[in-house]
């Protein structure tokens, strides 16, 4: 069974960093595109970046861009997320997706087949 666990969430000021992890077990990642989505309270489920199996090609929502990095390492079977400048308006629980196979970065919810319990994000002003 493929489960993913994240970590690396906490309460931060705006301007600060965090960097997510998500450890993927029961598969071996490295033909599989993943993903981070986050959800507020409130709001839908929403993309944040993708990363292609390669890990060559990578994409981000318009909100995070310049400020957002996602990165995967096979070998640990793991993918990242380094957040820098933190905004309040980036508080949200962060779930990281994993689909089973596939040649380019997808981009919506349902493209993912497994995701993580979610880790929380909170941005104080």
């Known amino acids: 069974q493929v489960q993913l666990v994240e970590s690396g969430g906490g309460l931060v000021q705006a301007g600060d960093s965090l960097r997510l992890s998500c450890v993927v077990s029961g598969r071996t990642i490295r033909i599989d595109p993943l993903a981070w989505f986050r959800q507020a309270p409130g709001k839908v489920r929403e993309f944040v970046a993708g990363?292609?199996?390669?890990?060559?090609?990578?994409a981000y929502a318009d909100s995070v861009k310049g400020r957002f990095t996602i990165s995967r390492d096979n070998a640990k079977n793991t993918v990242f997320l380094q957040m820098n400048s933190l905004k309040p308006e980036d508080t949200a629980v962060y779930y990281c997706?994993?689909?089973?196979?596939?040649?380019?970065?997808?981009?919506?919810?349902?493209?993912?087949?497994?995701w993580g319990q979610g880790t929380q994000v909170t941005v104080s002003s």
């Open positions: 997706g994993i689909r089973l196979g596939g040649a380019r970065v997808y981009l919506q919810e349902y493209e993912y087949t497994y």
């Open positions: 990363i292609k199996w390669s890990g060559d090609s990578t």
